[in-house]
């Protein structure tokens, strides 16, 4: 008897806790978004993707955080702070003087996962922006200090706003 994909993802995610969710998608050949509906509710609250602007609003106020690119051919890290954005030309537009920047086709952000759980023996907050396809757009990473530590006042906020949104139906 075969299992479905789905608990075998949950025996992956069982085996090693604090690995990278991306290779077990790419193991289980299966979007990210399949995997980060197996995590338990503690560690992943799905909302729907078109409170992305009320979302990114909040985030331009945390501060330095770590934004992420993660595809099959490598990870994109980028430090600064979120700045604004505004609607134009089919794109939600990024703008400021940090080194976060660009056009986002946000019309296509169907989920947005606060996600909390641990990554290689420490804790890892992030707000993660899905796509149609189930796919990772890009995350929000919580920043560290230089000792790797979380920032308090960011975890604060992340888990302010993950709380308000547990109550949406």
Known sequence: M?????????QD???????????VAENRG???QVVLDCLSPEAAVRVPGDLYQEIWQNLTEWGVVT?????????FECEGSIPAGTLGHGYFNI???TP???HLRMERCRSIYFIDRPFFGKRSCSVQFVNEEGGVMFKIFVGRHEDRALR???VARF????AKYRKTP
């Open 2 to 10: 075969t299992l479905p994909v789905n608990e075998l993802i949950r």
């Open 13 to 23: 995610l069982a085996a090693k806790p604090d690995g990278i969710l991306e290779q």
């Open 30 to 32: 299966v979007p990210m």
């Open 67 to 75: 934004l992420v690119v993660h595809t099959r051919d490598g990870v």
């Open 95 to 97: 703008h400021g003087e």
């Open 100 to 102: 976060i920047g660009g």
């Open 152 to 154: 308090p006042d960011q």
């Open 159 to 162: 888990e302010a706003l993950r």
